[in-house]
């Protein structure tokens, strides 16, 4: 057969949001490959110069479906980072708490959508009910299930609810139970291991050069994590590891999530029993001062940036943002080609994509 | 100066050169680049643990980046932001060193009748698309870059919406 | 009696009714008009016109009971789906009856649908595909026989159809092309893509399954349904052949295109496969069509492996059948939800590679049993 | 941690996952029931924090329009009314198509008058039917029964009319956070309260002999809200800022020796100013938006 071109997407059942992979494929095996991004486009850059720095926080929760909290809570940070606003321990505390419950949440849902795309859909609905275990926690914390608006500058939006803690800690058992079962579903199928033992390789160098991050990179057995690398909140006083597979390949980024759900359960932990009373919020200056701030936290998909520039008035100078996927998915072709036409599903979905933060 | 036992948690996997243990990192990337650069680089300061910032001038960027990956381990280009000024662009390169947990905040300027940095797409592939979002959306121009195209917006848009003048 | 002597004296009946009335005319009217009456009726009266006309009622009859059946499946695979999802499945429509007028909702949904024909599609093959699979699935699916006495047959005597299960396999080989040519039809890559998978597994996984039906009827002897199973009446062929019972299996579930071999229409990649472009009722038909081969690849298992309709008389020898083929279904189902779906290099490895030389070894080991004279 | 992968048998082909699957099977099915809800008949508890419809307490309300400023996406809107028991006012209305429900609204209101309740099915195929007007968002009752989260403080409030600058209340707090000011124009004092140090004791409000100090319940904002900058030499006394102000924190006074002489010689009504008592602010900048003479300034509140 002739090589041909095949758009995937804007609408096809891979893709997870809006976006195009063009392949040129010989028969079923790729030769080429082209991403295309900014169907999702909004200008959330431009919108948050058109608001104030309060309201710019529930615009940074639409970034990403997936891990909206985190977003938020990169964008606080750097806006902290700006005013110089100190956080009070116990806002630190809860923010980490349900930063990882996040964490987990994000990732039960890209096992949802990886198991669907390798043809499980009972990973899907098996991730999809143990993430509603945190998402109701989420939700008694915050008061909404999917955009939480949570963090504020200069702390956290509520105190926690009163058995927080208890239903943390019973929902991290249970989460542990459930994680031994997933192991077995999927690792213990001989399909699932023939779908991901040596596909999608990435050497630990190109990784790196190609400006992967998050468990792509952890994947390709690079130790680095930006809550130990350069720490924020209070994940120093956090015991947990850094999780890394040395393979490179799809099952091993697999198992650096997996793994990294184990250790943000460990996290959650530790937060929930250490968690100091105390103050949760303070008020924060209405009007940022002229200077830069960053803010760089390890969002589940990678390393989330954000870059402020403030002028003296209420509202951000500019807001750049950095997307762990917009980078990743201009890996694409490198990623794919030599592979066959299944194993785009595979490898696309084990960068846990997510087009609301790639195209901002 | 040795840098409180951070030099004992090294990364498995990345080597660091040993004889350069006894210098704190951010001390060692400095003087390396006011080696290097000594009349382009201006402004050093040190934001905060393991961050720094240096302003370099637009023409040595491309061998200060080259010089910052080969010599310095920085192995990852986290972000490229271009922000606009009265007068000028500013192109801000956050570029992360894993094996010394460093993180450099490189500014340079252009005017802005000409906006236009060299590309650094070449050392860092990272960088590729990050400069096709900064010329989209603000009509920094980067040269020599393999495809230098608009990414976000659609290929036939007229204007570049971050820049100021910009309305709706 | 058997239901072709149901069927036969049925149709006797009837003609004779009617052959009243033309033996009334050819008896009053005059001259050549009369002549003519009497010689319909002579020849309604044939046994040639009965046999064919009892053959086809009882095509119809199976044919209905099939598609009772085919609802049926449908309905507790979605509930069994559901329990193992962790939820209720179907509930609501027809709440009384655990849900089961669902099926019949959705279909009349699908039926209502516009159907839709890509403008640049081959518009024969694009509207001929679809009917290609489902009227060679319907074809295998009369085939079927449920007991002796029970199925198509062709006359009063219990042997059943000479070579019945051999057409069964026949039939069942059809779609394959149908997809094909509905895939390339269609105007679109993913369906092209789909089609051709299709084609490429077929080829891979036919031949290990004939190889096994050739043991079966190595041992049994016999082409018939009822040979078959009348072989299996000390002990059912997957015990001894147990090899050949797996490779069976695994082939079916290939061959129906269910869960880990559904390649052909993979919904993660290629969208919906080779049934991407198709509306309404005709997307309709084909998802009931592959149900309706499950139902087929089970009653071929039980057939093949299972001993057929026979067990303990205290229920009718046409019910074990059905009980065993549900059960069968059941597990294909089980093992089609739990388990995610192959590459098709993958496929055609396990085909070629595991499948085959195994189908050989089960074939030695039929001709071993077969020359120590233990069957 | 980056162990080797295990080894997977081609026997675990398909059998481990069909043992978990059946085991849910078994739980789902003969063990006990699904984990799903029947949903229109059976519904979820949710939590009190949950971000749903609005509710509006016209009581509480006292229409300052903090939350119509703080709205991200400009849904909300200020609408005038009749009450025929709280006369004319004005009260928010929420377009829910277009909200958030972020929940700024609930937490810069000042006087906790609008929440959010537990009501979220509130699709409509008319777009029009989501804008809720504040007579449709209206329940006084809601904000009375719920558990309140906000921080509450009582701090003593000035009634400007009433104080004579007398000093007493000065005098007696025992924190020396009560410092008299000099009102310029007026030739009167008044106390200024420095709310961080004040620890609520109530001695000034009992030694006030006009009582014009009240101990009142105020809830902590959790924004830095901006303040009212005002200049004297713009003023014209026009009374607009006293009148649009929904807290009562402006009040007009007389600035002796400004009278005109009138054509008879007698002497006409003097001058008024303004003056604020900012502990009673909200910050909502009304004034700044009702004076025409550039009298008051709000930095970064837009017109």
């Known amino acids: 057969m002739a090589e041909m071109w095949i758009n995937m997407g804007p609408q096809h059942p891979m893709t997870h949001g809006l976006w195009n992979l063009r392949i040129k494929v010989d028969g079923e095996t790729i030769v080429d490959a082209e991403p295309v991004v900014g169907y999702l486009h909004r200008g959330i850059e431009k919108l948050a110069e058109a608001r104030t720095y309060t309201q710019v926080i529930p615009i940074t929760d639409r970034l990403c479906y997936g891990a909206s909290l985190a977003w938020s809570h990169l964008y606080c940070t750097a806006a902290e980072d700006l005013m110089g606003v100190e956080v009070p321990e116990r806002a630190e505390y809860l923010r980490v708490a349900a930063l990882e419950m996040q964490r987990i949440a994000s990732h039960l849902m890209w096992l949802a959508a990886y198991a669907a795309d390798l043809g499980a859909m009972i990973g899907f609905i098996y991730s999809m009910r143990d993430r509603e275990v945190f998402i109701d926690l989420l939700q008694a914390l915050t008061g909404s299930r999917i955009t939480y608006n949570y963090p504020r500058i200069g702390g956290v939006a509520h105190d926690a609810p009163p058995d927080f803690a208890r239903d943390s800690l019973r929902a991290c058992d249970y989460m542990e139970k459930k994680l031994k079962e997933y192991e077995d579903l999927y690792e213990g199928s001989k399909v699932f291991m023939l779908r991901n033992e040596g596909v999608g390789i990435l050497s630990k160098e190109d990784a790196m050069n190609l400006g992967i991050t998050g468990p792509s990179l952890r994947g390709s057995g690079v130790k680095c994590d930006v809550r130990k690398d350069m720490p924020y909140s209070v994940y120093p006083e956090m015991d947990f590891e850094a999780a890394s597979h040395p393979d490179g390949d799809c099952y091993s980024r697999y198992r650096v999530r997996m793994d990294e759900m184990y250790q943000s359960c460990k996290i959650i932990r530790q937060a929930v029993t250490k968690m100091p009373a105390g103050k949760w919020r303070v008020v924060a200056p209405r009007n940022g001062p002229v200077g830069t701030g960053i803010g760089r936290v390890e969002d589940p998909r990678g390393e989330g940036m954000m870059y402020i520039v403030g002028d003296g008035t209420d509202r951000p100078y500019r807001l750049k943002i950095r997307s762990p996927i917009f980078v990743s998915v201009s890996a694409a072709p490198k990623l794919l080609v030599g592979y066959k036409v299944a194993d785009v599903v595979a490898i696309m979905g084990g960068l846990d994509m997510c087009i609301g933060e790639t195209d901002r | ?168 | 009696m058997n239901l072709y002597t149901f069927c036969y004296g049925l149709i006797h009946w009837l003609v004779d009714l009617v052959n009243n009335l033309w033996f009334w005319l050819g008896g009053h009217l005059p001259g050549a008009l009369g002549g003519f009456f009497t010689w319909a009726g002579d020849l309604a009266k044939s046994d040639l016109n009965i046999s064919f006309f009892a053959i086809l009622l009882e095509v119809l009859i199976m044919v209905i009971i099939a598609l009772i059946n085919v609802l049926n499946f449908i309905w507790i695979d979605r509930k069994w789906m559901g329990r193992m999802f962790d939820f209720y499945g179907p509930y609501y429509v027809g709440y009384r009856i655990g849900g089961w007028l669902q099926n019949l909702a959705d279909g009349i949904k699908l039926f209502v649908k516009e159907i839709i024909v890509p403008k640049k599609a081959d518009r024969l093959g694009f509207l001929l595909g679809p009917v290609i699979f489902v009227a060679s699935s319907v074809a295998a699916l009369s085939t079927i026989q449920f007991s002796p006495q029970f199925g198509v047959l062709t006359s009063g005597v219990d042997t059943g159809v000479p070579a019945g299960v051999l057409i069964a396999f026949a039939f069942f080989a059809i779609a394959p092309f149908s997809i094909l040519v509905t895939g390339w039809s269609s105007n679109n890559k993913f369906t092209l893509i789909g089609g051709l998978r299709s084609a490429a597994q077929m080829m891979s996984y036919e031949i290990p399954m004939l190889l096994v039906v050739a043991s079966v009827f190595l041992l049994s002897g016999s082409f018939s349904f009822v040979g078959v199973v009348g072989a299996q009446h000390s002990v059912w062929f997957f015990i001894p052949l147990f090899i050949g019972f797996l490779v069976f299996l695994t082939c079916i579930v290939a061959e129906v295109e269910i869960q880990p071999f559904d390649l052909a229409e993979a919904e993660a990649e290629l969208v919906e496969g080779w049934t991407t472009e198709l509306p309404g009722f005709r997307f309709g038909l084909f998802m009931m069509t592959s149900y309706m081969r499950g139902y087929i690849g089970g009653a071929l298992v039980v057939t093949l492996f299972l001993g057929g309709w026979q067990g303990p008389s205290l229920i009718p020898a046409e019910l074990w059948f059905l009980i065993k083929a549900y059960l069968v279904f059941l597990v294909i189902e089980w093992m089609r939800w739990s388990n995610m779906r192959v590459r098709i290099d993958q496929l055609l490895n396990i085909g070629w590679k595991r499948l085959m030389p195994l189908a050989v070894i089960n074939l030695l080991i039929a001709v071993a049993l077969k020359t120590m004279g233990w069957f | 941690m980056a162990a080797k992968a295990k080894k997977t048998s081609s026997l675990g082909f398909v059998l481990k996952p069909m043992k978990r699957t059946g085991a849910t099977v078994y739980k789902s099915l003969i063990a006990g029931r699904p984990n799903t809800i029947l949903y229109p008949y059976q519904k979820l508890d949710l939590p009190p924090t949950y971000r749903g419809k609005h509710t509006l307490d016209f009581k509480r309300c006292i229409g300052c329009s903090n939350c119509v400023q703080i709205c991200p996406n400009d849904c909300m809107w200020m609408e005038k009314l009749e009450d025929p028991e709280l006369g004319k006012i004005e009260r928010p209305g929420v377009d829910l198509g277009r909200c958030l429900f972020c929940g700024l609204c609930v937490e810069v209101c000042p006087t906790v008058a609008l929440h959010e309740t537990g009501e979220f099915e509130l699709a409509d195929p008319d777009r029009a039917k989501l804008k809720f007007g504040p007579k449709e968002l209206r329940d006084d009752t809601y904000a009375d029964k719920i558990v309140e989260e906000r921080q509450k403080r009582s701090v003593p409030v000035l009634d400007l009319d009433k104080c004579t600058g007398c000093e007493k209340c000065a005098g007696e707090c025992p924190e020396m956070c009560i410092a008299m000011e000099q009102i310029e124009g007026v030739g009167k004092k008044k106390p200024e309260i420095n709310l961080p140090k004040c620890t609520a004791c109530g001695k000034c409000v009992v030694v006030c002999p006009e009582k014009a100090l009240t101990m009142k319940d105020m809830y902590e904002s959790y924004f830095d809200m901006p303040e009212p900058k005002f200049i004297l030499k713009n003023c014209t006394g026009c009374q607009a800022c006293a009148k649009a102000c929904p807290a009562d924190a402006i009040y007009m006074m007389d600035m002796p020796g400004t009278e005109k002489v009138l054509k008879d010689g007698k002497k006409g009504k003097p001058k008024k100013r303004a003056v604020f008592v900012l502990e009673k602010c909200v910050g909502c900048g009304k004034c700044f938006r009702a004076c025409k003479f550039q009298a008051i300034e709000m930095p970064g509140v837009r017109k």
């Open chain 2, 1 to 168: 100066m040795v840098d409180g036992g951070r030099g004992e948690q090294r990364r498995e996997g990345i080597e660091r050169p040993p004889s350069l243990i006894s210098e704190s990192p951010e001390e060692r990337v400095i003087k390396a680049l006011l080696e290097a650069f000594p009349t382009a680089v201006t402004d050093f300061k040190k934001l905060r643990q393991g961050v720094l910032r240096a302003r370099i001038e637009r023409r040595d960027l491309f061998k200060a980046c080259m010089m910052l990956r080969d010599q310095q381990g920085f192995e990852h280009l986290s972000m490229i932001s271009a922000v606009e000024y009265d007068t000028r662009f500013e192109v801000v390169y956050h570029i992360t060193s894993y094996q010394n947990r460093l993180l450099v905040e490189l500014i340079t300027t252009t005017p802005k009748e000409d906006p236009s940095v060299d590309s650094i797409s070449s050392i860092w592939g990272g960088a590729n698309w990050q400069e096709r979002e900064a010329y989209d959306l603000m009509g920094v121009k980067f040269n020599n870059h393999p495809k230098l195209e608009r990414i976000l917006l659609p290929s036939d848009y007229l204007y570049h919406p971050l820049r100021k003048d910009f309305k709706g």
